[in-house]
């Protein structure tokens, strides 16, 4: 069933997926902080592009969110909210806090529309094949009514719990690749030290304990420097911040979280911020 959709934000990630709604049938008007983005997308895929987030959002069933970080979200977020009719449904994509999730959800509960947080995962490759994991936080009715419109970009799509959960399961996800990225990067290095044959020893290894997507699909790129794959330096240290913020307020010990952000800072400095996440083995090579 075709839906009344918009979507804000058209950076690698949303491009595409705004791209696959309008590929599944919907009526898909979109905004960009570039209007010559959001007009290129809309002669591409056949569909409006807005002045404003708000004129995008206006009449719309789903708004969706795809933006940087907390302050973007916020600028387009209470806009939107305030032309959105009561049974409407905003869901937000970017990785953002925890508590901006509950705060909006809050601000839209009082306006009788819906709310999830809805963090994605699954890289540029994920958004342009449709391919993406969705974490969801928000009430279940709401997340009922936007999993078949997501399913368009998802390969898997989940409700983690109330408002501000899908931020959190985010920040879990992250925490992770931190030490899986920092392991492999010790690994791979250590390997050309010692004058292995990387692909020799990745070929015995990835069928044992140590097999990881990261060891899978970054490994070869790795031993030849070569970092333009994928989620950016820059945004791993935004997400590795909230995740350290997050668990100053429960309590978690996140240690190599904490020793990796501290890495990755180390790759900015060297000139790598936008570099991808697999780039932790530059600082380890020997100048």
Same mark, same amino acid.
């Given at each position: ?20 709604? $309008? @590929?599944?049938?919907?009526? *898909? ?10 007009? =290129?997308? !809309? &002669? ?62 809050? $601000? @839209?509960?009082?306006?009788? *529309? ?10 540029? =490759?994920? !958004? &342009? ?80 304990? =140590? ?77």
């Amino acid at each position: 069933m075709a839906r009344q959709v918009a979507f804000l934000g058209l950076g690698v990630m949303g491009f595409p997926m705004a791209g696959h709604l $309008a @590929a599944a049938g919907h009526d *898909v008007t979109v905004w960009n902080r570039t209007g010559a983005k959001a007009s =290129a997308w !809309a &002669e591409k895929h056949k569909g409006r592009a807005a002045d404003t987030a708000k004129e995008a959002a206006k009449d719309a069933e789903f708004v969706f969110i795809c933006v940087g970080d907390d302050p973007d979200v916020r600028a387009v977020a209470e806009p939107a909210l305030e032309v959105m009719e009561p049974g409407a449904i905003m869901v937000d994509h970017t990785t953002a806090s925890p508590a901006l999730a509950q705060e909006l959800a809050e $601000a @839209a509960g009082s306006k009788g *529309v819906g709310f999830l947080d809805a963090p994605i995962s699954g890289g540029q =490759a994920g !958004a &342009e094949n449709g391919q993406l994991t969705v974490m969801c936080g928000g009430e279940e009715s709401h997340y009922r009514a936007a999993e078949p419109i997501m399913d368009a970009y998802a390969k898997a799509c989940s409700l983690i719990g109330p408002a501000g959960s899908g931020q959190l399961a985010k920040c879990v996800n992250q925490i992770c690749i931190a030490g899986i990225v920092q392991g492999l990067s010790e690994g791979l290095n250590f390997a050309q030290e010692a004058g292995l044959d990387p692909a020799k020893v990745i070929g015995a290894i990835s069928k044992g304990a =140590a097999q990881s997507w990261q060891m899978e699909n970054r490994w070869e790129t790795m031993v030849k420097d070569e970092f333009d794959f994928g989620f950016a330096v820059d945004w791993m240290r935004k997400d590795l911040r909230i995740a350290l913020d997050a668990a100053r307020e429960n309590g978690a010990s996140l240690p190599v979280a904490a020793l990796v952000d501290q890495f990755y800072a180390g790759v900015q400095l060297q000139g790598g911020a936008r570099w991808d996440t697999s780039s932790l083995i530059a600082r380890l090579r020997k100048s």
